[in-house]
């Protein structure tokens, strides 16, 4: 039986902590030499960055916020469980929303949002005009055949204005488990989105650096809706160029 995630107040705030190793992901085992360097774990890394800009978007208070009664998101196509919002006990948003298909794979994301003035107050509602910070946690736990991943972004990102251009940047750390193997080392540096009409473009610059017991994985956005990942065997050497678009398509070429 699907096991649901679960939110507490009194944690969301700094850290959704990992739960059950469950759920999730199109992931080999990091001690099996044979693990493939095209397996998806790029294009996971780069849609969850992506997306978590995206899911801003639900906020209520934003201008593009949906109106409609239906349970279901159109831009990723989740079923949202529980629509954006405010928890006074942690001063954030909280939102759960599931995806499934008929081949078996299935994604469930908790996410916690906390908006902050130039003060450090956390606010209630969007307002574009006096967010200062934004405290992103996201919790996501995916599922496909035999292969479970269960991880948490950790995330704070800051509005600034880059030669005229307002964008969000993005600092943190994800943590979690891969096939039941933990990694420890994941730092989410200066991932810059533009901001305009309410909404954050694909980011355009900055890196994800993700270690594993065998591979380390290094996301880098090039802008054009473009990102490159470098996947290094720690054991051999061996590097091989994994180039990711706008919708999550890998394509490798060793290098």
């Given amino acids: 039986m699907k096991k649901h995630l679960t939110f507490n107040p009194k944690l969301t705030f700094i850290v959704i902590p990992v739960l059950s190793l469950l759920s999730t992901g199109c992931l080999q085992s990091a001690s099996d030499e044979a693990d493939p360097d ?42 949202v469980v529980e629509r954006f919002a405010y928890q006074q006990e942690c ?7 599931e995806y499934s298909d008929s081949r078996g794979y299935e994604r469930t ?27 992103h946690n996201r919790h996501v736990t995916r599922h496909r055949g035999s292969h479970d991943m269960d991880v948490v972004f950790n995330t704070v990102a800051e509005f600034k204005t880059d030669n005229g251009t307002v964008v969000g940047v993005w600092n943190g750390t994800m943590n ?43 996301v880098e956005f090039l ?6 990942a470098t996947i290094t065997n720690r054991r051999t050497g061996r590097a091989t160029l994994i180039t990711i678009d706008r919708d999550y398509q890998e394509k490798a070429a060793n290098i």
Avoid: M
């Avoid at 096939?179 to 900055?206: D, L, N, Q, Y």
């Avoid at 802008?223 to 490159?228: C, L, P, Q, R």
């Fill in 38 to 79: 095209e397996d998806g774990q790029s294009a996971f890394i780069a849609s969850e960055i992506d997306q978590l800009g995206q899911a801003l978007e639900s906020l209520p208070g934003n201008a593009l916020t949906k109106t409609s009664a239906s349970d279901a998101d159109t831009l990723t196509g989740e079923r």
């Fill in 91 to 97: 001063e954030c948003f909280v939102r759960i929303a």
């Fill in 109 to 135: 994301r908790l996410d916690s949002v906390t908006l902050l003035d130039s003060d450090g107050v956390a606010l209630d509602h969007w307002d574009r005009g006096l967010i200062a910070k934004i405290v």
């Fill in 176 to 218: 979690g488990f891969y096939e039941g193997e933990e990694f420890k080392s994941a730092a989410i540096e200066k991932v810059t989105r533009e901001f305009a009409h309410g909404k954050f473009a694909f980011p355009v610059s900055g890196t994800v650096t993700v270690t594993r017991p065998l591979r380390i994985y290094a």
């Fill in 223 to 228: 802008g054009d809706g473009k990102a490159v």
